[in-house]
C-alpha cells in the first residue's frame, strides 16, 4: 500500500511515478542498459463526452454556414437596395424642381428663346457660327407666320445628296471605299 496515497475522506488514490527532470532524467535515460528509455505515461485519449462536444460544433457550423452565408448576401443586397432607394428619391426631388420651373412662365419662355430660337416681335437676333465670328444681325424682322412656294425640289435634293454620298469614291466626302 505505499503505492496508494490516502485522502482525509478515507479513499485511496494510486501515486504516480516520479520523473526525472531536466539534465538528471536526460542522464538516466542514457545510462541505462541495452538502450532502455525511463517509462512515459501513455497519451491521453479524448474523452467520448469531448469528442461528441467537438462533434456537436462541427455539425452546427456546417449546418449553420449556408443560412449565414444567406443572411450575409441579403444584408448586402438590403443595402443595395437601400442605395437604389436613395438614388431614385434624389431622382424624383429633381425632377419635381424641374417641374415648379417648368410651371414658371418666365423659364418657359427663356428655354424657348435659348433652344428654339423663339423671339418676340421687335427684337434682334443674334446667330454664332462655329467659326466664332458673328453673323449680320436680322434686324426689325417681324416674325410671321407665312408659308412660301420652294423654287427647288428638296426631295429630290436630298435624294441626290444620299446617292452622291453612297457612290463616291473621294473620302473626304463620306463615300464608299
Known sequence: MDDMASSPRGFTLPRLPKRESGADGARAAKSKPNGARAQRTPARLPSIGSMMVVLAL???????????????????????????????????????LEQARWSDPAYIEAQARGRLLFIRP?????????????????????????????????????????????TSTDPAAGGAQ
Open 58 to 96: 462541427v455539425l452546427g457550423i456546417v449546418m449553420l454556414s449556408p443560412t449565414l452565408q444567406q443572411f450575409i448576401q441579403q444584408r448586402q443586397r438590403i443595402a443595395q437596395l437601400g442605395e437604389e432607394v436613395q438614388a431614385t428619391e434624389q431622382h424624383i426631388e429633381q425632377l419635381k
Open 122 to 166: 421687335g427684337d434682334t437676333l443674334y446667330r454664332f457660327e462655329n467659326s466664332g465670328t458673328a453673323t449680320t444681325p436680322e434686324t426689325n424682322k417681324v416674325a410671321t407666320i407665312e408659308q412660301r412656294q420652294t423654287e427647288q425640289d428638296w426631295l429630290g435634293i436630298t435624294i441626290g445628296s444620299f446617292m452622291v454620298a453612297g
